[in-house]
């Protein structure tokens, strides 16, 4: 079964450090990887998306992610964390055509000192 | 645009009691889907529909019921409320064009059943 592992529950940084956030998936076949942010109360917003081509995705807010198939992974960074970023952030996959049907990981609560 | 739309926000059940979860996308989508989030488990599919009189079950469909009578609709029913069902509630609405598959959520029902 497709399953979806972050590796960091819970990071904490000050203003201005750089972050990194792994994400690895297991499906062998052609997936779409998205980052979903959720801030406090709110919903789930995205983030950012991959579905082909260049493997270096820009999103919102100063981010980005890097699909690297050989590792099946989908990394998410930010050169310099605000206080803003204080949020949850969920990676997600779906196969390539699918019905929409997303499998999440755990998700990375990420505190952001001022 | 409206997009997603859950109604209640907020709901407080009894054991035992029943209720339907609402979710509502003007966005013409064919597939809906709804998750359950529960701290450090991320997002969990519950049910999810391909179109009208579609549905299937996700990873968790236990004590939950769906129908879809219409495109543009997809309520959740939970016939007998457990104190395990206690979490946020998220319904999706998602596009494929392409191949590439999106979705987008609505603003989540925070369920307590007491």
């Known amino acids: 079964a497709q399953s979806v592992s972050q590796h960091n529950h819970h990071v904490i940084l000050s203003e201005a450090a750089s972050l990194e956030l792994g994400c690895n998936y297991s499906y062998g076949g052609t997936v779409n990887l998205f980052w979903y942010v959720q801030y406090p109360g709110q919903h789930l917003q995205l983030l950012l998306k991959y579905f082909s081509g260049d493997p270096l995705v820009k999103g919102i807010k100063g981010f980005e992610a890097e699909f690297i198939k050989s590792k099946f992974s989908f990394n998410l960074r930010k050169p310099s964390v605000q206080w803003s970023d204080t949020a949850e952030y969920f990676c997600a996959v779906s196969r390539s055509g699918n019905t929409g049907k997303l499998i999440f990981g755990q998700g990375t609560t990420l505190q952001v000192k001022p | 645009n409206a997009g997603v739309t859950q109604t209640p926000k907020f709901q407080v059940l009894k054991t035992g009691q029943s209720m339907t979860l609402q979710c509502a996308q003007d966005m013409n989508h064919e597939y809906m889907s709804w998750y359950r989030q529960d701290p450090g488990m991320g997002l969990r599919l519950i049910h999810y529909?391909?179109?009208?009189?579609?549905?299937d079950q996700g990873e968790v469909p236990n004590g939950y019921n769906v129908s879809r009578s219409t495109t543009e609709d997809f309520p959740l029913r939970l016939l007998s409320a457990a104190p395990s069902q206690t979490s946020v509630y998220f319904c999706?609405?998602?596009?494929?064009?392409?191949?590439?598959?999106?979705?987008?959520f609505g603003q989540g029902t925070r369920l307590t059943v007491v």
């Open positions: 529909s391909v179109g009208a009189g579609i549905t």
């Open positions: 999706a609405s998602s596009r494929t064009t392409g191949g590439k598959t999106e979705a987008f």
